[in-house]
T-cell receptor, first 111, second 114 residues
């Protein structure tokens, strides 16, 4: 399984765009890149996943360069409620596999 | 729609006592099921995962065990709890559409071993 590296913590202010970058140098051909969000005392929530280029949904955008060795989660115009831990992970497209959560990035949004 | 339940929500148990945590999923068939543990301020540690009834894969050798007696029921057990078993236990499921990276988590059980 590919290991991921992301910043331990980040701070930002309401209304700003936040970009969290994750490196995954050993990503395999059949791995997908996935991001989760976790609030205190809750289970993680799936945010977005992608394989290459750019993916956008109602919550976030995910940018993946051509070499796929890194990815960037972009949160537009964050609010205080976006304060959470964000996990980047890579996992194969398989029904019988496991995924590994790292320590995540603790994002703090200030007024 | 699919829902996942865990109980109890909180549990305080003495060292050496047994443990049984239950997880059930509604609204889907033949899900992949997972048990994770999260220590305070840490990431998630995968404990067990199951792709079908009676099929359990263990990720971390320890005094915990898991069972899947029914398609949508996943149970985490221990015969004798250790202090180090304290943590936030999360059950998750993923669909049979071969998208194991997209998991849906339950509300969790916070276990304190005293």
């Amino acid at each position: 399984l590919a290991k991921t590296t992301q910043p331990i913590s980040m701070d930002s202010y309401e209304g700003q765009e936040v970009n969290i970058t994750c490196s995954h140098n050993n990503i395999a051909t059949n791995d997908y890149i996935t991001w989760y969000q976790q609030f205190p005392s809750q289970g993680p929530r799936f945010i977005i996943q992608g394989y290459k280029t750019k993916v956008t949904n109602e919550v976030a955008s995910l940018f993946i360069p051509a070499d796929r060795k890194s990815s960037t989660l972009s949160l537009p115009r964050v609010s205080l409620s976006d304060t959470a831990v964000y996990y980047c992970l890579v996992a194969p497209y398989s029904s019988a596999s496991k995924i590994i959560f790292g320590s995540g990035t603790r994002l703090s949004i200030r007024p | 729609s699919q829902t996942i339940h865990q109980w109890p929500a909180t549990l305080v148990q003495p060292v050496g006592s047994p443990l049984s945590l239950e997880c059930t999923v509604e609204g889907t068939s033949n899900p992949n099921l997972y048990w994770y543990r999260q220590a305070a301020g840490r990431g998630l540690q995968l404990l067990f995962y199951s792709v079908g009834i009676g099929q359990i894969s263990s990720e971390v050798p320890q005094n915990l065990s898991a069972s899947r007696p029914q398609d949508r029921q996943f149970i985490l057990s221990s015969k004798k709890l250790l202090l180090s078993d304290s943590g936030f236990y999360l059950c998750a499921w993923s669909g049979q559409e071969r998208r194991s990276y997209e998991q849906y988590f339950g509300p969790g059980t916070r276990l304190t071993v005293t």
